[in-house]
């Protein structure tokens, strides 16, 4: 009976947890909103932490079209988005359109990313998820390759090895699907998992896109690799 009251505790305030969280979530639209229409020519920084709160409730076509006009409004002083949004919200963007299985739109997003950025290793990864959703392996395992150059060289430059931080999205992998990233909001690009981690991720995509076209041999090696790493 105790045991059942303690697990009976623990939800009510999971449920009360989440309720929180949603209910700071659309007080946070409510005030995006406000602010976007007393500000119309200086609302580009509104508009893009408005996307950022649409992407976490899941509402991407919203999410997409106010990245879009974070990125599209001039703005007056203070009102541009930074350089650092601007990649987020292609990138964010880009996700949000594959999540719709936009992927056209989604690829021309994350190539915008890597245009502004081609340093950070997730554009590069989020990149040849949408080519993979397209089943272009060939073109997804040139994206994992340049995604593990990318987290290689940031490391060297950090004066690590391969395992040191680069920065990445987090996600668990399921058997013969990509492993695809989160989203933290704010200025990073992807949540941060530990370096070897990340790594690791990009072997294994790297892995399945090579099983998808049938180099068993290269894909054996990367998924090898992946363990590896990530023990």
Do not use: W
Request: glycine share 10%; charged share 20%.
């Amino acid at each position: 009976m105790q045991r059942k009251i303690r697990y009976t505790t623990q939800i009510i305030e999971t449920l009360f947890y989440n309720l929180n969280f949603i209910t700071t979530f659309f007080q946070a639209l409510k005030d995006y909103n406000e602010a976007i229409r007393l500000e119309k020519e200086s609302c580009a920084q509104y508009y893009y932490e408005r996307a950022l709160v649409y992407y976490d409730l899941e509402k991407y076509e919203a999410a997409i079209a106010d990245f879009g006009s974070a990125l599209n409004t001039a703005g007056g002083e203070g009102g541009k988005i930074s350089p650092a949004q601007t990649y987020n919200a292609q990138f964010y963007r880009g996700i949000a359109y594959r999540k719709q299985d936009l992927l056209n739109e989604s690829i021309g997003c994350l190539n915008a990313c890597i245009t502004i950025d081609a340093g950070k290793s997730e554009g590069h990864n989020h990149l040849g998820l949408s080519h993979a959703q397209q089943g272009k392996y060939e073109r997804a395992k040139e994206c994992f390759t340049a995604a593990l150059e990318a987290h290689k060289k940031k490391a060297d430059q950090a004066g690590g090895s391969s395992s040191s931080s680069s920065g990445g999205a987090g996600g668990a992998s399921a058997a013969l699907n990509l492993n695809v990233g989160g989203k933290s909001g704010g200025e990073n690009e992807a949540v941060e998992d530990a370096p070897n981690v990340i790594s690791s991720k990009y072997l294994n995509n790297r892995g399945l896109a090579n099983y998808h076209m049938q180099q068993f041999g290269l894909a054996v090696e990367d998924f090898s690799a992946a363990v590896l790493e990530y023990d």
